[in-house]
């Protein structure tokens, strides 16, 4: 590799305009966007207690209050019927119970707080129907701390515990990652058009040069690599620092990732330039469009494609390279173990040295009869 090559190829990428504004700026300007539009979003909002109201006027059922008390479903008040009434009609409570011929619940609209009163309610008279016609048919049960040995809350799920709360929203951030990473693409294209001497004229200075093509693109290459990769570090700073997303504390294994996603964006776009004829405008402006569906195949628009994917054509996910380094962040986020982050790491390294691979191939059987 020529270190005179690298350093100028790197120059020209930190002078030119639209590769600053697309490659660092725009990533950093949908992310402030994201947050915008994602603020207060994946706040888990803390659940309500249903408001209830007891009526004094009649005797409850013996345990009820208690029972209710448990199941920290709802906040009680005791009051009079009349009293009870007039705060249903003004909303302050969900609704009031009274025991006649038999246990009531008085509400005045439906809703989600209605619904749960009514199912706790339910279950409870027929729980406690249950025992009294068991006991009744029975009563040396009691005892025999039958009643002790009740659990009507028996639950047959296992809680597995996992690093972070689900904010499935980060996983637009990923895609953005993603994003910025593979926008190498454009740079990598590029990159070949200069040693391409039938795409620009200086591309036909550089094949007279005494300097090797392949030498020449070798170099190039790195370039765009370090350049991607500082603009991913920087979007990394600016999410975690400034607009504060979370994306959990294996630093390391985040910042290999971007940069195995550097690699091979910028050799996706080499194998683009090289097996494509299209002038070097066109070209941009198709291998770009490319990185946005695969982009969006990853969740950067619409975050359940990428499960609609992997439910229904899951080798798609396994060849789109945003996937690829959006399921690796998922899985650092996510689990105790890194054997799906090595597995996305090591797909996706792969189909980098794929793309690299063919790049120099087609570069080195290319030949030009004049210039």
């Not at 691979?357 to 030949?367: F, P």
């Amino acid at each position: 590799m020529s270190f005179h090559i690298f350093k100028y190829s790197f120059k020209s990428l930190i002078k030119d305009k639209m590769a600053l504004f697309w490659m660092l700026c725009f990533p950093l300007i949908l992310a402030t966007f994201f947050n915008l539009a994602f603020t207060n979003l994946s706040a888990i909002e803390g659940f309500e207690k249903v408001e209830i109201a007891i009526t004094t006027d009649h005797t409850m059922p013996e345990g009820l209050e208690q029972a209710m008390e448990e199941s920290n479903l709802f906040t009680l008040s005791h009051m009079t019927e009349a009293d009870a009434k007039e705060q249903l009609s003004e909303s302050e409570i969900t609704g009031y119970l009274k025991y006649t011929d038999g246990l009531e619940l008085v509400i005045l609209n439906t809703g989600l707080n209605q619904s749960i009163a009514k199912v706790f309610l339910d279950n409870y008279v027929q729980i406690s129907t249950t025992i009294y016609n068991i006991i009744e048919g029975n009563p040396q049960l009691i005892q025999t701390g039958f009643l002790e040995d009740l659990d009507f809350s028996q639950g047959f799920t296992e809680e597995v515990p996992v690093n972070n709360s689900l904010d499935m929203l980060v996983v637009h951030y990923y895609a953005l990652i993603a994003m910025t990473c593979l926008f190498s693409a454009v740079a990598g294209c590029f990159a070949t058009a200069l040693i391409q001497a039938d795409q620009t004229q200086l591309a036909a200075r550089i094949n007279v040069a005494p300097t090797h093509k392949l030498k020449a693109f070798l170099s190039m290459i790195p370039a765009t690599i370090l350049f991607q990769f500082m603009s991913t570090v920087i979007l990394l700073i600016y999410l975690t620092q400034i607009l504060n997303v979370n994306f959990g504390d294996q630093v390391l294994y985040i910042v290999l990732l971007c940069l195995v996603g550097c690699f091979t964006g910028t050799m996706f776009g080499a194998m683009f330039g090289c097996l494509t004829r299209f002038k070097t405008e066109v070209k941009d402006m198709v291998v770009s469009n490319i990185i946005m569906v695969m982009c969006f195949l990853s969740g950067l628009m619409v975050l359940q494609i990428k499960y609609i994917i992997q439910e229904k054509a899951p080798i798609l996910g396994y060849i789109n390279p945003a996937n690829l380094i959006t399921d690796g962040l998922y899985a650092l986020y996510y689990y105790d173990t890194y054997e799906r982050y090595f597995f996305n790491l090591t797909l996706l390294g792969s189909l980098g040295i794929i793309f690299c691979a063919i790049s120099i191939l087609v570069l080195r059987r290319q030949k030009y009869a004049s210039i």
